[in-house]
């Protein structure tokens, strides 16, 4: 999500206005909400977020929650941690992120061309 407030050129805002981090913060809560809440919580959003925020909702929306523009990547059912909390279980994917990390440091590069 940082890098989409960056590509969009929101970073000193985000930095200067607490009600943009907010929001932003907002946002990334979905991934605590019952799956079932999730869509309706995104169009929730949509309705009270500033304008300024909305190609950062709408990108969320698009790889992370409905896939409006057939980019949908990653569904809820992936990221989505309500259950996970529930049972007691791990509720990031840190053992992804260390392979990746490694991988990084094997190819000496965070971005491979091959």
């Known amino acids: 999500m940082w890098q989409k407030i960056q590509h969009l050129g929101l970073s000193s805002v985000y930095k200067n206005y607490k009600i943009i981090r907010i929001n932003c913060n907002m946002i990334n809560t979905l991934s605590f909400l019952p799956p079932n ?10 309705t009270i977020i500033p304008i300024g925020l909305l190609l950062v909702a709408k990108y969320f929306d698009d790889i992370y929650v409905s896939g409006t523009s057939s980019t949908l990547m990653f569904s809820p059912n992936l990221w989505n941690v309500f259950d996970a909390i529930l049972n007691g279980e791990d509720r ?8 990746d990390n490694y991988f ?5 590069t965070s971005i491979p061309s091959f």
């Open 37 to 46: 809440k999730v869509f309706s919580r995104i169009a929730y959003f949509y």
């Open 92 to 99: 990031t994917n840190i053992y992804c992120e260390e392979w």
């Open 104 to 108: 990084n440091q094997l190819l000496e």
